[in-house]
Nanobody, 126 residues
Framework: QVQLVESGGGWAQAGGSLRLSCAAS????????MGWFRQAPGKEREFVAT????????QYGDSVKDRFTISRDNAKNTVYLQMTSLEPEDTGVYYC???????????????????WGQGTQVTVSS
């Protein structure tokens, strides 16, 4: 099992940027596919981005494509989500998730992740 702690959430104006971090401990980080999800009040959890263990394969949800960038630093056991051109619709709790998979794998579905962080709030005002 791996433990995950998100940070970097907060408030931003529309058009602004925020960078989220997710620090992992307790496992061989490079063996884990990582994902970011978000959940707005009254809505289901939504896929945001995923990155393979090697960092060579990244995929994004349609609503964040071309605005958000996922990356990872395996030496620091950390995955990042750089968010730009923020919109009020990006408001929500952002969760980091990890699942041990073959090193080139990405995972889009929340139910396929067994390890989750506690979440960090992102609020974007218009």
């Amino acid at each position: 099992q791996v433990q995950l702690v998100e940070s970097g959430g907060g408030w931003a104006q529309a058009g602004g940027s925020l960078r989220l971090s997710c620090a992992a401990s307790g496992g061989s980080f490079r063996l884990y596919t990582m994902g970011w999800f978000r959940q707005a009040p009254g809505k289901e959890r939504e896929f945001v981005a995923t990155i393979s263990g090697s960092g060579s394969n990244m995929q994004y949800g349609d609503s964040v494509k071309d605005r958000f960038t996922i990356s990872r630093d395996n030496a620091k056991n950390t995955v990042y989500l750089q968010m730009t051109s923020l919109e009020p619709e990006d408001t929500g709790v952002y969760y980091c998730a990890a699942e041990r998979r073959f090193i080139g794998t990405v995972i889009f579905k929340a139910e396929e992740y067994d390890n989750w962080g506690q979440g960090t709030q992102v609020t974007v005002s218009s």
